[in-house]
């Protein structure tokens, strides 16, 4: 069964920086790539960032270009999401999701990070 | 970036009755359409990819249809468990983008 656990969300000031990580099991991690989609409180969906599995491609939404940063760790079986400069626009449920072909067929439960002063 | 326009926002209907909603893409897509699930609390569930592939064991009422621009989700006949909001999502460009959603209700 293939299970994404997303860490590491929580309560932050506008300016500051969270660490989020996603753990990854039941499917060869290596082989896949990875994104992250986040939902803000009673919203839509919308995608964020994309890297591939030899982490040689990596793409961000307008919204999170030069603040976020992607990267995975495949002998760890985890993706992470480096986070700055938040402001109350990044409040939202963040999801670690694999992609196959483009699509999405494996969601995290996903890990809640609160913008706000 | 291709903006991705479902209709209606809401679509009222009742149980064994037949949905149908609607993704327009401001540019062609192919095939690169996919619809996904959320129920309320809960995270989105895959239904369709490849604008009209089922995915693993998504009911055969879910059907999808399309080509280009103009995509459809049908729910021929509506489940209790049907009632939730529903999401396109073109992966046919960078960045991938989604619907707005159609919540879809009593």
């Known amino acids: 069964e293939v299970l994404l656990v997303e860490s590491g969300g929580g309560f932050i000031q506008p300016g500051g920086s969270l660490r989020l990580s996603c753990a990854a099991s039941?499917?060869?991690?290596?082989?896949?790539?990875m994104n992250w989609v986040r939902q803000a409180p009673g919203k839509g969906l919308e995608w964020i960032s994309y890297?591939?599995?030899?982490?040689?491609?990596?793409h961000y939404a307008d919204s999170v270009k030069g603040r976020f940063t992607i990267s995975r760790d495949n002998d760890r079986y985890s993706l992470y999401l480096q986070m700055n400069s938040l402001t109350d626009l990044d409040t939202a449920v963040y999801y670690c999701?694999?992609?196959?072909?483009?699509?999405?067929?494996?969601w995290g439960q996903g890990t809640l990070v609160t913008v706000s002063s | 970036e291709i903006v991705m326009t479902q209709s209606p926002a809401t679509l009222s209907v009742s149980p064994g009755e037949r949905a149908t909603l609607s993704c327009r893409a401001s540019?062609?897509?192919?095939?690169?359409l996919a619809w996904y699930q959320q129920r309320p609390g809960q995270t989105p569930r895959l239904l369709i990819y490849?604008?009209?592939i089922r995915a693993t064991d998504i009911p055969a009422r879910f059907s999808g249809s399309g080509f280009g621009t103009e995509f459809t989700l049908t729910i021929s006949s509506l489940q209790s468990e049907d009632f939730a909001v529903y999401y396109c999502h073109q992966y046919f460009n960078w960045p991938r983008t989604f619907g707005q959603g159609t919540k879809v209700e009593i």
């Open positions: 540019q062609s897509l192919s095939n690169k």
């Open positions: 490849d604008t009209f």
């Open positions: 890297e591939t599995s030899d982490e040689k491609t990596i």
């Open positions: 039941g499917f060869s991690f290596r082989t896949h790539s």
């Open positions: 999701v694999v992609s196959i072909e483009g699509y999405f067929p494996y």
